[in-house]
């Protein structure tokens, strides 16, 4: 099974192109976690947060909302699949990127605790 859940906030304003048949929208989502470790005494100590940056893209219809309604900063919770490709650049170098395609979001107030 191919399945990714994401709650975090949205990194830049979507990027919007169409294909022959539909709207594509990408922009990136940063997620957040807390993380802790036990110092020498044995006392709980928080480490700095982890920010990890994931490249989402959305097609059709969500695409079309996404342009209209998705802003750098809004709180989206995204669920869909990953999948990685790769292509050649103009210099002959190969570049891979990993994406996540959504198949269902929700656009949350502001104002949600993580």
């Keep these: 099974m191919n399945k ?4 975090g906030n949205v990194g830049r304003d979507p990027k919007i192109r169409m294909t022959e048949s539909q709207t594509v929208a990408e922009f990136s989502l940063a997620t957040s976690e807390r993380r802790f470790s036990r110092g020498a005494d044995g006392k709980e100590v928080e480490l700095p947060e982890l920010t990890e940056w994931h490249n989402i893209v959305m097609w ?4 079309e909302f996404a342009e209209k309604y998705i802003r750098k900063g809004a709180k989206l919770l ?5 999948r990685t490709r790769t292509w050649e650049d103009r210099n002959a170098i190969k570049r891979t990127i990993t994406e996540i395609y959504v198949d269902s979001f929700e656009l949350l107030p502001r104002n949600t605790n993580q």
């Design 60 to 63: 059709g219809r969500a695409a």
């Design 4 to 7: 990714v859940i994401l709650l």
């Design 78 to 82: 995204v669920e869909g699949k990953i």
